[in-house]
């Protein structure tokens, strides 16, 4: 039966996949007027759920009511496709489209009736507004592929916010908002909780986030309910890692295995990293971290003109003695310099190749083969082992993984390299406490083997931990202060960048 008070009520719930048990008997209820937060591991069956409920998969047990009624009765089943909205951790926008008709299209119910540019237009100007003002003045009339990652998060959000929905299934939203965009979020979440009595579902690794918006929280570990509607106040960081079955993140805890020798022990001949015309200097040694800090125009131009994808005009870099300016991303792979985008869907993964060619795909560029030999598999079934990654077979597809999964898989592919520089773009975007920690621990280690680290992240506190330089950009782009080891502080990093921490 049905609990009347609240809007959504999952009892039971399971799932499998072959001999795979996602779900085991899942509970999780959403009230009206609260905002709450969706917390596990990554591969635990948070997204299994949320599919669940939003009628992307269906389920093989258990009972679904929204709204006081069962999703299996048609009552409960349109009570369910009016009332919801989710955002997905992957963005689902029309690249080709602008941004009022991703926001219009989607609510457009009048069939033959002529699509209205203009009501489009005010609509999602309002929608993205409640965001964002000065980005909703110019952005209705551009096309979505041309707008940054964290400028489509916006549009994706804005649709949602706009639907009229009385559930949001928020899965890892701020992942790619800078931190005064997530606060506008927030205040936008929290007024609308408050004021319209809706119920947001908040997925988030950032444990920061978790406090500053959510009233309870449920806890999934292995497919069920660790803990159930519990308030946020009453657990301590702590206690929620351990309830994940998770470790701290930054610690110098390896991944699961040893890495292979050939990987750990191999000394990298990185000569020293020089930037110039930034305004100030900027040069690091081999083996160094350095971190980019600050809203993405200035991190994703600088990115752009290291991996060749992009000049900028006035800065060049050098490594050792000899300007480089590399014509095309291809250009700068063949010279040991290696790239980990954030987008890891579209811009990350070989979806259409099995995990093996995604392990291997930057090795074939640099030595031009596309062939499976003996000796590369075998080194493929090392790497999955050493990094935890448990997968069926090399041969499987890469969407089998977790997200968090699939951004280790990524980063596998530049370890038997040995690249000179490694750059990588917000790497630990929507992956979970354990994972950022294998993260973290093979950056060291390729760090330490002389590889140098180019990180940009708007998780202050992982630059803090994990940077031995950081170079700071303001909101216009421009890089405003290069602090060293003991200057790197969340206070310092706010300062460089308008920020908040």
Known sequence: MADKGFLLDARGITKSYGPTHVLRGMDFAVAPGEVHAFLGGNGAGKSTLLKIVADVVNRDGGTLNFDG???????????????????????????????????????????????????????????????????????????????????????????????????????????????????????????????????????????????????????????VAAVHRKPVTELTDADIVELMGQASALTETPVGGELPAAVSAAHVDAPRLKIEGLGFPVEVGGGAILGLAGAPAGPQALIDLLIGAAPLPGVVIRIGDHPQGYRSPREAVRDKVGFVSGDRANRGMLSALPIIDNMLASRRIV?????????????????????????????????????????????????????????????????????????????????????????WSTEQTELVELCDTVLGFGPDGRATQLLHGAEITEERLAEATGMAA
């Open 367 to 455: 030595e031009r083969r596309v062939l499976v030999s003996g000796k590369e598999a075998a080194q493929a079934r090392s790497l999955l082992s050493a990094l935890s990654i448990k997968a069926s077979s090399y041969w499987a597809l890469p969407s089998s993984l977790s997200g968090g999964t699939q951004q280790k898989l990524i980063i596998a592919r530049w370890l038997q390299l040995q690249p000179r520089m490694l750059v990588l773009e917000e790497p630990t975007r929507g992956v979970d406490i354990g994972t950022k920690r294998d993260i973290y621990a093979l950056i060291r280690v390729m760090a330490q083997a002389g590889t140098t680290i180019v990180w």
């Open 69 to 223: 009624h069962s999703v299996d009765e048609p009552q409960g089943a349109a009570a369910r496709a009016r009332g919801l909205a989710i955002v997905h951790q992957e963005l689902a926008v029309l690249p080709h489209l602008t941004v009022a008709e991703n926001i219009e299209l989607p609510h457009y119910h009048r069939g033959l009736a002529l699509f209205d540019r203009r009501a489009a237009d005010r609509t999602a100007l309002s929608a993205l507004a409640l965001i964002d003002r000065d980005f909703a003045e110019h952005a209705a009339h551009r096309l979505v592929g041309d707008l940054s990652l964290h400028e489509q998060q916006m549009v994706e959000i804005a649709r949602a916010l706009k639907s009229g929905a009385r559930l949001l299934l928020l899965d890892e939203p701020t992942t790619n908002l800078t931190a005064g965009e997530a606060q506008r979020l927030f205040a936008v979440l929290r007024r609308l909780v408050s004021e319209t009595e809706i119920g947001v579902v908040f997925v988030s690794h950032r444990m920061r986030e978790i406090r500053q918006v959510a009233d309870v929280c449920t806890i999934i570990r292995d497919g």
